[in-house]
């Protein structure tokens, strides 16, 4: 049996500008960090031929093109005779934590041990995209090499990829909330991916989402922490321009009362309209912030490793 662990993601600033319609225009830039909260997938050999599936639903099937998960169908093509699982720290779909991408880095490297990181990351991508899931990269880089990094998405495809060592108590200021809700991440994505490929509010929107990544990259390796909350504030601020439907009036007076008691700056999570709610404040406003918005608090440090092998034995 192979089991990974692999870490779901907090992005800062720049997120939606990691996506095609973006990066091969004008470049794409984004501060993220993956979290110590994680998808596990074990893989192991079947006596059987048949291929058994658990993740919030098993399926037993034949063979791999029988399989409803799309993903899952796609990676295990051709393969037969093996049992695998996923159970993950946090609720999957919907959460803004990027866990699709988490399970899809982690199903690739049980199956292959891929030796490669960047390989990891990109074949993850082709997998998820390629299933016609709206996605951008900087979720896989993310879940794949772990720890805080200033990625680049060149016009030509290619990421570089920059590790960002910031102070201890970086994330003593991070608060993270759940809001109960959910949504689904690919309707948001493709409307975003849409708007900001033509010129117009969201093209510049997200031009300025760029730019706020280069500066929160340029302030956290001055050792400047304290800019984070602002950073995030006019990324969310930007953010919401890129499409309806990214925040709503319950989500705009969290925020702003949790601005009211505090908070320098936060955001929703990834694409948008649910999932965890990211709010920046100095611990001293800790207590007061969470009393007031009522959402349950989940504790994140961060996790130094990207998708890892944590034990292998006879597959």
Known sequence: MRITRTPLRISFCGGGTDVPQFYERHGGA??????????????????????????SRTENVEKASDLKHDIA??????????????????????????????FTVGLI???????????????????????????????????????LHFFKFLKNGHVEVEPICAPDNFTDQLMLFWT??????????????????????????????????YKLRSDLVSGDIFTLGECLHQNWELKKKLADGISNKWIDELYEKARSL???????CGAGGGG??????????????EKAIGLRRVPIKMSEKGSEIIHDGET
């Open 30 to 55: 984004v501060v993220s960090m993956a979290i110590d909260k994680y998808v596990y997938i074990s893989f192991n050999r079947k006596f059987d031929n048949k291929i058994r599936l658990s993740y």
């Open 73 to 102: 169908r796609m990676c295990l093509e051709g393969i037969t005779g093996v049992e695998v699982t996923s159970v993950s720290d946090i609720p999957g779909a919907g959460s803004g934590l990027g866990s699709s991408s988490s």
């Open 109 to 147: 490297n049980a199956i292959w041990h891929m030796p490669s990181t960047s390989s990891l990351a990109e074949m993850a991508y082709l997998i998820e995209s390629s299933c016609g899931h709206a996605c951008g990269k900087q979720d896989h880089v993310a879940a794949a090499y772990g720890g």
């Open 180 to 213: 109960g809700k959910t949504r689904k991440a690919t309707p948001l994505l493709k409307k975003q991916s849409v708007n900001i490929s033509k010129d117009g509010l969201a093209e510049y929107a997200a031009l300025d989402m760029r730019d706020l990544a």
């Open 262 to 268: 505090g908070a320098s700056g936060g955001k929703l």
């Open 276 to 289: 965890f709610l990211l709010l920046c404040a100095e611990p001293c406003y800790h207590e007061r912030i």
